[in-house]
């Protein structure tokens, strides 16, 4: 059974400063990852979505990455903004039609 | 281009009462997904409808239901309603391979 698992819970950085988002699930054998952001009272929002034959995406200040072997990703957010204060949640497909999500990342972005 | 549209917002309903949420999709997309995010729990697949047919639903007891229209609409549908169905329910369409455009959901609250 699929577990994804995203440490920490919750982080709060001041703005300008490079972080990274952690992202682990137990069965390599996925279909792809996708990153989202959750904005409060929001739906979901699509940030990157990594095939499994790929190893990253980039897009602006975003870089995911998937090492399927060690089951993990990384979101890499470059030069932290306010803006960016939101909850980031990790996904896991492990065929075309269902996604596991992980309990996500709470961030804070300081002024 | 018009994003994932979810109706309605909010919805109150008593226990034993039936509910019915809509979501209509990005034109051209023609899968739906919807999603259950109960407080303090991680989003849960529920249903996934493809080209007008259930493709594969969720750990959910059958009083979870809804079907896709020709024009790639969806309804879902709970029976019985109970007071842990209380939740954010969200809509997802995507095209075949490509990522899942989320709505903003429709809050269900059970009194």
């Known amino acids: 059974k699929q577990e994804v698992t995203q440490i920490p819970a919750a982080l709060s950085v001041p703005e300008g400063e490079n972080l990274v988002l952690n992202c682990s699930f137990t069965?390599?054998?996925?279909?792809?990852l996708q990153w989202f952001r959750q904005d409060p009272g929001k739906g979901l929002t699509s940030l990157l979505l990594?095939?499994?034959?790929?190893r990253e995406q980039t897009s602006g200040r975003l870089n995911a990455s998937l090492d399927k072997s060690s089951g993990r990703s990384t979101l890499y957010i470059a030069a932290s903004q306010p803006g960016d204060s939101a909850t980031y949640l990790c996904a896991v497909s492990s065929s075309a039609s269902k996604i596991i999500f992980g309990s996500g990342t709470r961030l804070s972005i300081r002024p | 281009e018009a994003g994932v549209t979810q109706s309605p917002t909010h919805l109150i309903k008593t226990r034993g009462q039936q509910a019915t949420l809509r979501c209509s999709p990005i034109s051209g997309h023609t899968s739906v997904y919807w999603y259950q995010q109960a407080l303090g729990l991680g989003l849960q697949f529920l249903l996934w409808y493809d080209e007008g047919e259930e493709r594969n639903r969720g750990n959910f007891p059958p009083r979870f239901s809804g079907r896709q229209f020709p024009n790639y609409s969806s309804e879902l549908n709970v029976n019985a309603l109970e007071l842990e169905d209380s939740a954010l329910y969200l809509c997802?369409?995507?095209?075949?391979?490509?990522?899942?455009?989320f709505g903003d959901g429709t809050r269900l609250s059970i009194l």
């Open positions: 069965d390599s054998a996925i279909y792809n």
């Open positions: 990594i095939q499994s034959s790929q």
């Open positions: 997802a369409s995507s095209s075949r391979n490509q990522p899942q455009h």
